[in-house]
């Protein structure tokens, strides 16, 4: 099935307790992307990577690390989490940027940071 | 800069009615636009994606239209079900840009049994 897999579902964490939330995809797309939703703000675009070793910060990349070492995974990385990173985080996939195909999303990673 | 405005916020019908959720962007210049629906704390499941080119898309009880020179879109839910309780979201996907997409905040849809 083609999908766009994300792990851990659920997070609670500490404040500056690094943690990574990891990201793959099994359809060969090469843009992929991180986004955060929080009420009242929407989804908002933290990290995006065009293609293997090329990752670009999106509207809200403070704080957040990625890496694209392989096509197919593309890892959120927090050094120091902090409670105003508290959100509903979803990894998205497409096989064009979105030009000609439509996006696939991740079924979203809840992270709590005390 | 895009933005992408969806009315109603919330909407709340009886099963069994037709209704429309809006969508507004102030940025014509865009490839596409996609509706997502959103189960409480779930992920996003695509419903359709509609090219700048065409006018509407339609699958099973839905259809999206699209008029981008106006800044507007559709998404027509017939004979609505109480399964068909959920966030919808629209997206457009904006040309000239690597930034990708630009989400509306959203309509909450409530279809009472």
């Known amino acids: 099935e083609a999908q766009v897999t994300q792990n851990p579902r659920y997070l609670i964490t500490v404040t500056g307790k690094k943690l990574t939330v990891t990201c793959s995809q099994n359809?060969?797309?090469?843009?992929m992307s991180w986004y955060r939703q929080d009420p009242g703000l929407g989804l908002r675009q933290i990290y995006y990577?065009?293609?293997?070793?090329?990752?670009d910060k999106g509207d809200v990349p403070e704080g957040y690390k990625v890496s694209r070492k392989e096509k197919r995974n593309f890892p959120l990385i927090l050094e120091s989490p902090s409670p105003n990173q508290t959100s509903l985080y979803f990894c998205a996939s497409s096989l064009m940027g979105g030009v000609r195909d439509g996006y696939t999303f991740g079924s979203g990673t809840r992270l709590t940071v005390v | 800069k895009q933005e992408v405005t969806q009315i109603p916020a919330a909407l709340s019908v009886p099963e069994g009615e037709n209704l429309v959720l809006n969508c507004s962007f102030t940025d014509s210049a865009i490839y596409n636009l996609q509706w997502f629906r959103q189960d409480p704390g779930k992920g996003l499941t695509s419903l359709l994606l509609?090219?700048?080119?065409?006018r509407e898309q339609t699958s099973g009880r839905l259809n999206a239209s699209l008029d981008k020179s106006s800044g507007r879109s559709t998404l027509y839910i017939a004979a609505s079900q109480p399964g068909d309780s959920a966030t919808y979201l629209c997206a457009v996907r904006l040309s000239g840009s690597a930034r990708q997409l630009t989400f509306g905040s959203g309509t909450q849809l409530t279809v009472l049994p």
């Open positions: 359809m060969n797309h090469e843009y």
């Open positions: 509609i090219q700048s080119s065409q």
């Open positions: 990577s065009m293609n293997v070793e090329v990752t």
